[in-house]
């Protein structure tokens, strides 16, 4: 009985120690260092004086990312189509 007890343990002990492992390497899967950078948040900051690097590092991103929101803004609403009487 004792010896049942003890392998039944064994092996929930391993189930556990697998599903903490999985749990800990899909946590990579939600990093934020691929996501865009939100330009609306970079021109705030850097109207408060904030210089990229600090931004970049405020934002966990790369100063590439960064630089970009600087340049002209894109309007993607050009080709949307708005009906004259709001209908």
Known sequence: MER??????????IAGLLIV????SGCSMFSTS???VDCN????QTAAGQTD???ASNLNASEDKVAAC???EHDTNKNTIVPEKGY
């Open 41 to 44: 948040v970079v021109k705030t």
């Open 53 to 55: 690097a600090q931004i």
């Open 34 to 36: 691929n996501d865009p």
């Open 21 to 24: 492992a999985a749990a800990f």
């Open 4 to 13: 049942k007890i003890r392998s039944g343990l064994w092996i929930s002990s």
């Open 70 to 72: 600087h340049g002209p």
